[in-house]
């Protein structure tokens, strides 16, 4: 039984990698025997649902502000374990400056990145991470990148930031790949509660419904296009760095 999930059944789209995503995450925080100092911090999207799911706290945050409302509560509380759970929309484009800022200052909570490259919420509008030429609704042709510039690779983006003790890109495209993923939160949880600075784990995820594609399909589009884009691996780690010098 992994304490840290409520019995709930779920109520995200078929296929959706929102589900396995808030699973891991309650796997490590079980694993490490956080949940009654754990404390969530899911902002607006489809994340905003987390609390429906993990049986800690959870705080809402309005779009964009999770790393601000994380960056609150684990100064005022350093013996409480926070972490903030972020969609695309909500960290890439309308809170980048909080995510740089956060990042940039070290601030000692996990940040768990949920990439599906597009607006899941509001039914699929133009992301940060929308590939050249994926369709959305605010770009139906394909994005173009002489208008809409082009996707943003968060890990790439925040790993020359000196308060950054962790960066990682999983997926959860297959069982592999979703055991990678949470060996990348669980070092991120190590980390952050060494107190050693921000850590961000990005995780692929799929959105079968606004990618207007079924459970199967979503997933095999993800590996032909979003793997090529966003390769997965350890773009950041202070403790491996250490044992290198
Ligand atoms: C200040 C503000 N601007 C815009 C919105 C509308 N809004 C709600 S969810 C959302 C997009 C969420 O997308 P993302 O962060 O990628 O998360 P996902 O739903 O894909 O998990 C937007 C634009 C809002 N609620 N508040
Ligand atoms: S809209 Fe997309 S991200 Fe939101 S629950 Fe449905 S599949 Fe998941």
Redesign the pocket.
Known sequence: MVRSMKPERTKYCPGCG?GIIHRLVAEVVDEFGLRERAIGIA?????VLADLYWNFDVVSA???RAAAVATGITRANPDCFVLSY??????A??GTAETIHAANRGEKFVTVF?N?A?????GG?M?PTTLIGQPATTCQLGRDPAIAGYPIRVCELLQTLGGVAYLARGSVDTPKNVLAAKRHLKKAFQLALDKRGYCLVEILSP?PT?WGMTPPQAIAWLRENMLTYYPLGVFKDVSAEEKRA
Do not use: F
């Not at 597009?118 to 509001?122: A, N, Q, R, V």
């Open positions: 929102h902002p607006v999207g489809c994340s309005a779009h964009g972020q969609g695309d929309g909500d960290l484009a309308i949920v599906n597009i607006y899941g919420m509001t509008q992301a959105c606004n």
